[in-house]
């Protein structure tokens, strides 16, 4: 598994410039960060333990697509429009992909 993620942040490292969306999941909850690097700080985060997403907790991936669009708000309202994605060893499919889309949906890039 850290082999995995370090490949998955060697790829995140190239761009020192944009912030990275961090994920992590586990069997029951996701959890998404927007990390600046540099500065060593969390700039924005949401998950599904979030109140706001509480009552809405009931399918896996429809509550991770709602955390994306969730972190991705939180994003823009402190000014990140760009990204880069890193999704910490796990494969993008399932809630990791549910969760990237819902954050393009509301407007990030990357």
Do not use: N, W
């Amino acid at each position: 598994m850290a082999r995995r993620v370090g490949r998955s942040r060697r790829r995140c490292a190239v761009h020192k410039t944009r912030p990275r969306l961090c994920v992590f999941r586990s069997s029951r909850h996701v959890y998404a960060q927007v990390i600046d690097d540099t500065g060593s700080h969390t700039l924005a985060a949401a998950s599904s333990l979030d109140p706001v997403l509480r009552p809405e907790a009931h399918e896996k991936t429809k509550v991770a697509a709602l955390v994306g669009s969730l972190v991705a708000k939180r994003a823009m309202d402190k000014g990140v429009k760009e990204v880069v994605f890193d999704r910490h060893g796990y494969k993008y499919h399932g809630r990791v992909k549910a969760l990237a889309e819902g954050a393009r949906e509301t407007g990030l890039e990357f």
